[in-house]
């Protein structure tokens, strides 16, 4: 991963593609996040945290999500990171698009299934990251807890996600999120997956410039 993150750039700015991105990018990483649950291989790190809390609050998944993103959007506050368009659409949109999944998509009781749904997942995963990134309209609140971090203390972004998600994931584990395969799966992959499709859904202004959209 780089050691700094696209910086924001106006929604006014090509909305006609970007706004549009934003959006697909994240109604498939909440689609995406539902498979990698309904797989029941193994969670994201902080899919393990809103796992734990979904159970112990009984409240929904992607409601659990929702309520952990506006509390990480309290710890933007100290090290000053500023939202953008993309960061409030990242707590709505995911959130509604892991609930939509779980209600459509059973666990299948075929282990084959099973693997099969979690790379699709992650594979999934890695293409919305790049896409809802790529279009630069303000960081997902964990996201920008890790480049604001970064940022005010000068340790390199992989070092800072890396502490974050171990704490994360140490907390979600205690409390009974699942951890599995699927997590290993999970943090070995998408950073390569997501490095590897933002050439394909980066926005580029100066390429847009001169194409003149």
């Not at 780089?2 to 959006?23: D, E, G, I, K, N």
């Not at 990483?29 to 990698?36: D, K, P």
């Not at 409601?63 to 506006?70: H, P």
């Amino acid at each position: 991963m780089a050691s700094t993150a696209p910086r924001p750039v106006s929604v006014r700015t090509s909305p006609a593609r970007r706004l549009p991105q934003l959006l697909a990018g994240l109604a498939l990483y909440g689609v995406s996040a539902g498979l990698q649950i309904e797989a029941a291989l193994g969670l994201a790190p902080w899919d393990v945290l809103h796992e734990a809390l979904h159970k112990i609050t009984g409240l929904s998944f992607g409601t659990t999500t929702a309520l952990v993103s506006v509390l990480v959007l309290l710890c933007w506050i100290p090290i000053r990171q500023l939202p953008g368009v993309g960061t409030v659409a990242n707590v709505v949109v995911v959130s509604i698009f892991v609930d939509l999944t779980l209600a459509i998509v059973p666990t299948p009781d075929s282990l084959w299934v099973r693997v099969l749904l979690l790379v699709a997942g992650v594979v999934l995963n890695g293409l919305a990251t790049a896409a809802y990134i790529g279009v630069r309209l303000g960081p997902g609140p964990r996201d920008g807890l890790m480049t604001g971090i970064s940022a005010r203390t000068g340790y390199a972004i992989r070092w800072v996600r890396t502490a974050i998600e171990i704490t994360v994931l140490a907390v979600g584990w205690l409390l009974g999120g699942t951890v599995g395969i699927g997590t290993a799966l999970y943090a070995l992959a998408i950073g390569p997956l997501a490095q590897a499709f933002l050439p394909l859904v980066g926005w580029h202004p100066r390429a847009e410039a001169k194409t003149g959209h």
